[in-house]
């Protein structure tokens, strides 16, 4: 035990049962960090068939532990960092996290993905994943190493950004890269920012609904886990790696992948600008500037902008993470990690950055401040048009703030990640703090009335994502477009633009992005067809898991997760975008497309095919039923039936 | 502005444009764009003309279309104009001279 230790546990290794399907360590890792207690505790082959892990087994948690009035920062919500059966193996990307919780964003279910080495990490010492209670009585963190697990003093780490708390923790246990996954908050999770993030591994964050804000609340700055030393078997060896291979083959040669293989998602900028999909300054335009060509935001132009190299996940052959350095101005010779799409939009077009050098500065902040770059690219663009608009004046804000400048986005960043000044408001997010504004400032801008971020495209280019994040019970999306939609009977493509064809699409495909993040591996190489994600996890556990199987299960969970937010109040009257959200392009190629005049239509659509009951929200008693859920039929219609 | 009259027979032009990573299946580096200048008669459609095209490229000719050859498959979007089908075009839309077809792979943000 370690003399800075607050407690530990000496958790007494568990031999592998009989029965245990292959690709689990069979255990979850409970911590109490209001009374220091920790223990394991076994979960059973038939649990495991049913959630299987990640968001599945999170949302099971989530229903049976926190009630109603448990809210985001009470100390009995759960904070749940799961893995799944594949993390761990061959896989391509298979160190994946997923974080489930009630969030701080919508006071409702969360599920938010990253990757590096976590999952993998934390299956090689013995769990499939972490459940958290309480709150620690001073800052702590989670010390895993086999089966010495710690609660440490965590002081030191204060005010640490997470590039900083992962280099003192690597400094203090002497191991780094690949030996060591720290996922950590930064000031921003410190100071409950309310679109507070948890990262990892030097650029992977799981994002969504304040999952950061929830840890901060918790005092618990980081969890460290050493690579561990137990074995993790495979029913079948040989069919996984096939299966891997199979899979990295489609990732590498099928259109619907190719592209993320050898360039991540640095060409959606350009691909997504020609379809009026990129967000630009605050949705006010569709159009980049006279003086940016388009053909500089390409992805190897992106890529080779930059001194780079490969940064890849546990597992992972993808050509997808990297880290860059920065090549001249200011930050000259600085370090970052190479912002996805994500981040061009969020830290640039958005904001009306339009220098990728500064993007990429300002990206690498956000994940060191730790908060949500989507959210913070809505609100750093809302704040910009505000000082241009008059709507919020240079004198609230304590400095001038115009469009595309990265610094001064830096310096709102740190305003709000220390709540320091207006930087207190903000740190409330757009929603909250243009409500409280109100008038023109609540007018422009953008967010879901549920509370949750959208993602960082202008959805009104990309109905889909609209009405999917609208609707979602898990603070950002839970179907999973665009996929092999054929392979669950659907069209091959549709209008964007109608909004009958859009719903029926997102209600088809719902939950396929819940199965996928239940698996323990990254939703970029989970790109392939269901029937291959479906191979692997049956070679993985000695289960015949079959692509029907996939769909059920992923409707589950999101029933399960959809029963959960009913219960906190989160209904069908939060499933609308703000004015701005939901209003229509003026230019671009989405020029006139109105997704207001559809938006009761596509709801009713959606809601007759999801099988959930349009006034009440409430999955109907058949749905229940056909997905295996008899016992919510309760405690949402309040008799049995 | 006048237009110049033209016989039944004497071939249009329109252009294809192939755009970042669907280059890839044309030979190109699977970034920037490609322009093709591609003649067609009139009463010709977006299909026809895209039929043609893809004929002369085997592995784009596989990702464009669905196993029947008559739909399009699932990941390449196709403009016309700039504007998705679906808006002012059509697969079976007939083409006027100068139109503008983009073959535009999908892509998901992250």
Same mark, same amino acid.
């Given at each position: 035990?370690?003399?800075?230790?607050?407690?530990?546990?000496?958790?007494?290794?568990?031999?592998?049962?009989?029965?245990?399907?292959?690709?689990?360590?069979?255990?979850?890792?409970?911590?109490?960090?209001?009374?220091?207690?920790?223990?394991?505790?076994?979960?059973?082959?038939?649990?495991?068939?049913?959630?299987?892990?990640?968001?599945?087994?999170?949302?099971?948690?989530?229903?049976?532990?926190?009630?109603?009035?448990?809210?985001?920062?009470?100390?009995?919500?759960?904070?749940?960092?799961?893995?799944?059966?594949?993390?761990?193996?061959?896989?391509?990307?298979?160190?994946?996290?997923?974080?489930?919780?009630?969030?701080?964003?919508?006071?409702?279910?969360?599920?938010?993905?990253?990757?590096?080495?976590?999952?993998?990490?934390?299956?090689?010492?013995?769990?499939?994943?972490?459940?958290?209670?309480?709150?620690?009585?001073?800052?702590?963190?989670?010390?895993?190493?086999?089966?010495?697990?710690?609660?440490?003093?965590?002081?030191?780490?204060?005010?640490?950004?997470?590039?900083?708390?992962?280099?003192?923790?690597?400094?203090?246990?002497?191991?780094?890269?690949?030996?060591?996954?720290?996922?950590?908050?930064?000031?921003?999770?410190?100071?409950?920012?309310?679109?507070?993030?948890?990262?990892?591994?030097?650029?992977?964050?799981?994002?969504?609904?304040?999952?950061?804000?929830?840890?901060?609340?918790?005092?618990?700055?980081?969890?460290?886990?050493?690579?561990?030393?137990?074995?993790?078997?495979?029913?079948?060896?040989?069919?996984?790696?096939?299966?891997?291979?199979?899979?990295?083959?489609?990732?590498?040669?099928?259109?619907?992948?190719?592209?993320?293989?050898?360039?991540?998602?640095?060409?959606?900028?350009?691909?997504?600008?020609?379809?009026?999909?990129?967000?630009?300054?605050?949705?006010?335009?569709?159009?980049?500037?006279?003086?940016?060509?388009?053909?500089?935001?390409?992805?190897?132009?992106?890529?080779?902008?930059?001194?780079?190299?490969?940064?890849?996940?546990?597992?992972?052959?993808?050509?997808?993470?990297?880290?860059?350095?920065?090549?001249?101005?200011?930050?000259?010779?600085?370090?970052?990690?190479?912002?996805?799409?994500?981040?061009?939009?969020?830290?640039?077009?958005?904001?009306?950055?339009?220098?990728?050098?500064?993007?990429?500065?300002?990206?690498?902040?956000?994940?060191?401040?730790?908060?949500?770059?989507?959210?913070?690219?809505?609100?750093?663009?809302?704040?910009?048009?505000?000082?241009?608009?008059?709507?919020?004046?240079?004198?609230?804000?304590?400095?001038?703030?115009?469009?595309?400048?990265?610094?001064?986005?830096?310096?709102?960043?740190?305003?709000?990640?220390?709540?320091?000044?207006?930087?207190?408001?903000?740190?409330?997010?757009?929603?909250?703090?243009?409500?409280?504004?109100?008038?023109?400032?609540?007018?422009?801008?953008?967010?879901?009335?549920?509370?949750?971020?959208?993602?960082?495209?202008?959805?009104?280019?990309?109905?889909?994502?609209?009405?999917?994040?609208?609707?979602?019970?898990?603070?950002?999306?839970?179907?999973?477009?665009?996929?092999?939609?054929?392979?669950?009977?659907?069209?091959?493509?549709?209008?964007?633009?109608?909004?009958?064809?859009?719903?029926?699409?997102?209600?088809?495909?719902?939950?396929?992005?819940?199965?996928?993040?239940?698996?323990?591996?990254?939703?970029?190489?989970?790109?392939?067809?269901?029937?291959?994600?479906?191979?692997?996890?049956?070679?993985?556990?000695?289960?015949?898991?079959?692509?029907?199987?996939?769909?059920?299960?992923?409707?589950?969970?999101?029933?399960?997760?959809?029963?959960?937010?009913?219960?906190?109040?989160?209904?069908?009257?939060?499933?609308?975008?703000?004015?701005?959200?939901?209003?229509?392009?003026?230019?671009?190629?989405?020029?006139?497309?109105?997704?207001?005049?559809?938006?009761?239509?596509?709801?009713?659509?959606?809601?007759?095919?999801?099988?959930?009951?349009?006034?009440?929200?409430?999955?109907?008693?058949?749905?229940?039923?056909?997905?295996?859920?008899?016992?919510?039929?309760?405690?949402?219609?309040?008799?049995?039936? | 502005?006048?237009?110049?009259?033209?016989?039944?027979?004497?071939?249009?032009?329109?252009?294809?444009?192939?755009?970042?990573?669907?280059?890839?299946?044309?030979?190109?580096?699977?970034?920037?764009?490609?322009?093709?200048?591609?003649?067609?008669?009139?009463?010709?459609?977006?299909?026809? /003309?895209?039929?043609?095209?893809? +004929?002369?490229?085997?592995? &784009? $000719?596989?990702? *464009?279309?669905?196993?029947?050859?008559?739909? #399009?498959?699932?990941?390449?979007?196709?403009? /016309?104009?700039?504007?998705?089908? +679906?808006?002012?075009?059509? &697969? $079976?839309?007939? *083409?006027?001279?100068?139109?503008?077809?983009? #073959?535009?792979?999908?892509?998901?943000?992250?």
């Amino acid at each position: 035990m370690s003399p800075t230790a607050l407690a530990s546990t000496k958790i007494a290794p568990r031999s592998r049962a009989e029965t245990l399907p292959g690709g689990y360590a069979g255990k979850l890792l409970r911590v109490n960090l209001t009374t220091g207690k920790i223990w394991s505790e076994p979960w059973t082959p038939e649990e495991m068939r049913l959630y299987v892990g990640g968001v599945g087994l999170g949302a099971k948690i989530l229903y049976d532990e926190v009630g109603p009035r448990v809210n985001w920062d009470h100390r009995d919500n759960r904070l749940i960092l799961a893995t799944g059966p594949l993390a761990g193996l061959p896989v391509w990307g298979t160190g994946g996290l997923t974080v489930v919780t009630r969030g701080a964003m919508t006071n409702g279910a969360t599920s938010t993905q990253a990757n590096g080495f976590f999952g993998a990490c934390l299956k090689f010492s013995g769990y499939d994943a972490i459940v958290i209670q309480g709150q620690a009585p001073r800052w702590a963190y989670l010390y895993i190493n086999d089966d010495v697990v710690d609660l440490r003093d965590a002081r030191h780490l204060l005010g640490k950004d997470t590039w900083e708390t992962q280099d003192a923790l690597s400094a203090e246990h002497g191991l780094s890269g690949h030996q060591l996954s720290v996922y950590s908050i930064g000031p921003a999770g410190e100071n409950l920012v309310r679109f507070a993030a948890i990262q990892g591994d030097y650029g992977h964050v799981a994002s969504k609904n304040g999952c950061g804000a929830v840890m901060g609340k918790k005092r618990l700055k980081a969890v460290c886990i050493v690579r561990g030393t137990r074995a993790l078997a495979a029913a079948d060896p040989r069919g996984v790696i096939q299966a891997a291979d199979d899979i990295a083959h489609d990732l590498k040669t099928d259109p619907s992948a190719r592209s993320l293989y050898e360039w991540g998602t640095l060409p959606a900028v350009v691909g997504l600008y020609k379809m009026g999909v990129l967000p630009i300054k605050n949705y006010t335009t569709n159009l980049a500037p006279p003086n940016v060509n388009m053909a500089d935001w390409e992805g190897p132009k992106l890529r080779q902008g930059f001194d780079h190299r490969g940064h890849q996940c546990s597992a992972c052959g993808m050509h997808h993470c990297h880290m860059q350095v920065i090549p001249k101005g200011k930050h000259k010779g600085e370090l970052v990690d190479e912002p996805e799409y994500e981040g061009w939009s969020g830290a640039g077009w958005a904001i009306g950055c339009t220098d990728p050098t500064a993007v990429a500065w300002l990206n690498t902040r956000i994940d060191r401040a730790c908060v949500d770059v989507n959210e913070f690219g809505w609100l750093c663009g809302w704040v910009m048009e505000g000082i241009e608009k008059g709507f919020i004046t240079k004198a609230q804000l304590g400095f001038d703030l115009g469009w595309g400048d990265a610094e001064g986005a830096n310096r709102l960043l740190q305003m709000i990640s220390h709540r320091k000044g207006f930087g207190d408001l903000l740190a409330e997010g757009v929603k909250r703090a243009a409500e409280k504004l109100g008038g023109a400032a609540q007018d422009a801008a953008i967010y879901t009335v549920k509370g949750a971020s959208p993602r960082g495209h202008d959805h009104r280019a990309r109905w889909d994502e609209m009405l999917d994040t609208c609707t979602a019970s898990t603070g950002t999306l839970e179907s999973g477009i665009p996929v092999h939609v054929t392979e669950v009977g659907l069209p091959p493509r549709i209008n964007p633009f109608n909004g009958e064809e859009v719903a029926r699409q997102v209600a088809g495909i719902l939950g396929r992005r819940h199965f996928e993040d239940s698996l323990g591996a990254c939703i970029f190489t989970t790109r392939t067809r269901l029937e291959n994600m479906c191979r692997a996890l049956s070679a993985a556990t000695g289960w015949n898991y079959t692509v029907t199987e996939s769909v059920s299960f992923g409707r589950r969970t999101a029933a399960i997760l959809r029963a959960f937010n009913l219960r906190c109040g989160i209904g069908p009257d939060v499933e609308y975008p703000s004015k701005r959200y939901g209003s229509t392009p003026t230019d671009g190629p989405a020029k006139g497309q109105a997704v207001g005049e559809q938006w009761e239509k596509m709801l009713d659509t959606w809601y007759g095919l999801v099988g959930y009951d349009r006034k009440t929200g409430k999955p109907k008693p058949e749905t229940l039923k056909k997905l295996g859920l008899d016992w919510l039929l309760k405690d949402l219609w309040g008799k049995k039936r | 502005m006048g237009e110049k009259a033209l016989s039944p027979l004497e071939p249009l032009h329109c252009t294809v444009e192939v755009v970042s990573w669907v280059t890839k299946f044309i030979g190109g580096p699977g970034a920037g764009r490609k322009e093709f200048e591609e003649p067609f008669v009139p009463g010709e459609t977006v299909r026809d /003309v895209l039929q043609r095209f893809s +004929g002369r490229y085997p592995e &784009l $000719d596989a990702a *464009l279309w669905d196993a029947s050859k008559k739909g #399009l498959g699932e990941h390449i979007e196709v403009m /016309v104009n700039d504007a998705v089908l +679906g808006i002012t075009h059509t &697969l $079976d839309t007939p *083409l006027k001279a100068n139109d503008r077809i983009t #073959l535009l792979g999908q892509y998901m943000g992250g």
